[in-house]
């Protein structure tokens, strides 16, 4: 893939190779044969492969491409009565560029986009063979537990991506209340009953859950494996993650991946790039990266990291513009696992992250709306980008304050509208129940609408 490629000649090539490939795609899917598509063999020397490379499910023979589609990110427009929907010429094109080159997993869910990925991701997939591609969604019943209510949206799920089956089918963020919490939404009201009697049908092809939380929640969701034989686990895994979670919101990376290994279960990975911010890594670590590898993207060692695991079954990433699927597919087109001297580079680029006092959060957007109209997730990106960026005043001592403090609050202003700024929190804590990272957002905000009016006030 040229690296200098136009957005309109990328589609064009892309669309042109897509009925040449579209029987390679085909063999791909749903069968277990896997001789007529070559898979990176996951060695210690380093491979490089020529096309997507896939993982194999042991559990089923589904092979799977490394890279997945998470549909949380569609490109949205305004419609007519100045409502943000999504861009559903833009999702075709971009959903057909991804099944040209091989990716082969799409995961979305009924709160993505407030309810609207499901409908786009289904209309854009639909205009292919069923059994070329492999789908996976939730059961997002965040807050009304009953068997009603988790059936109806179970059953708006098939109707939404008119499918009759789902591939892989996950509990949505389990783990933030342990045991106790699943039985409320899975047991006392009997929906995981019913799950098991639709995998047993064929309905769902393979059951599994999201992990978000501590270790004991863990250890407890994973104790049920003897009673509900998980078919598999997402988890969050990234370069950062994988010894440098809180301990609190999330768990080290590499404990889940070791737990799950030993029982021998695929993984499926959220948050590879945190959001998007191993994209915009601070400037000492952007550079140390470029050193290293100056043709790379900053994203693409993100990516290199998760891919190089070969418990894991795919990697999603959330691709809103076809600038952000070109680079993936660059990497994964011609992928090269890390060596070992590569992972420890990583891990000293992790131990510089952490010291940048940025918001842990991935930009998933299931805080909003905000009751009171706060933009907390643009918020929480303007601050990190600055961080990150360098541009980011800490005392009226350091040097290039004023312009630095002159940067930031112009940035802050344009991005965030007066009205949905971080002064506008009262607190009530509505958002925060729905946060998977489990961010105390009010203290947040009010701990960065303190940064700003101390920049204001030339108080820092």
Not at 42 to 63: A, L, Q, R, V
Not at 117 to 143: M, V, W
Not at 342 to 351: G, H, N, S, T, V
Not at 383 to 403: A, D, H, I, L
């Amino acid at each position: 893939m040229e690296k200098n490629i136009n957005r309109r000649d990328f589609i064009k090539a892309a669309g042109a190779g897509a009925l040449a490939t579209g029987a390679t795609i085909l063999t791909g899917c749903g069968s277990s044969d896997t001789k007529k598509t070559a898979a990176v063999v996951t060695t210690n020397d380093n491979p490089i492969s020529d096309g997507m490379p896939y993982h194999i499910n042991e559990h089923n023979g589904d092979k799977v491409s490394i890279l997945g589609y998470g549909c949380m990110r569609w490109p949205m427009i305004k419609d007519k009565d100045g409502k943000d929907v999504i861009d559903q010429e833009k999702v075709n094109e971009l959903i057909d560029v991804a099944m040209a080159n091989g990716v082969n997993y799409y995961d979305t869910s009924p709160a993505y986009l407030q309810g609207q990925s499901e409908k786009a991701s289904g209309i854009a997939l639909n205009r292919y063979p069923r059994k070329s591609y492999y789908l996976a969604t939730k059961l997002s019943n965040f807050s009304v537990f009953t068997r009603e209510a988790s059936e109806k949206m179970y059953h708006d799920s098939f109707e939404q991506m008119e499918t009759d089956y789902f591939d892989y089918y996950l509990l949505h963020n389990i783990g933030n209340g342990g045991y106790q919490a699943f039985a409320r939404r899975y047991e006392e009201n009997g929906i995981m009953d019913f799950l098991l009697k639709e995998r047993e049908k064929g309905n769902i092809r393979q059951l599994g859950f999201s992990f978000h939380g501590n270790q004991e929640g863990f250890e407890q969701i994973i104790a049920l494996h003897e009673k509900y034989h998980w078919d598999f686990v997402q988890i969050q895994m990234n370069y950062v993650d994988w010894r440098h979670a809180d301990g609190v919101r999330n768990v080290n990376a590499e404990y889940l991946y070791e737990e799950l290994d030993k029982r021998e279960l695929p993984i499926t990975i959220m948050e590879p790039l945190q959001g998007g911010r191993l994209s915009r890594v601070p400037e000492n670590v952007a550079k140390a990266m470029k050193e290293r590898s100056p043709e790379k993207s900053i994203a693409s060692w993100a990516f290199r990291f998760v891919g190089s695991y070969p418990r894991v079954l795919t990697a999603l990433s959330g691709m809103t513009y076809m600038e952000h699927l070109q680079d993936n597919l660059d990497t994964f087109l011609h992928f090269q696992e890390l060596n070992q001297d590569e992972k420890d580079f990583l891990e000293q680029m992790a131990i510089l992250i952490k010291e940048f006092p940025t918001v842990d959060c991935n930009d998933c957007k299931y805080c909003m709306p905000c009751p009171y109209g706060i933009d907390i997730p643009e918020i929480f990106k303007q601050y990190n980008n600055c961080v990150n960026e360098g541009k980011f005043p800490q005392s009226v001592e350091q040097e290039n304050y004023r312009k630095l403090k002159r940067q930031y609050l112009l940035s802050y202003d344009r991005a965030i509208p007066t009205l949905r700024q971080a002064d506008h929190c009262i607190g009530c804590g509505q958002c925060m129940p729905h946060c998977p990272q489990s961010i105390r957002i009010p203290t947040e905000l009010q701990r960065i609408d303190r940064y700003v009016e101390n920049l204001r006030q030339n108080t820092l």
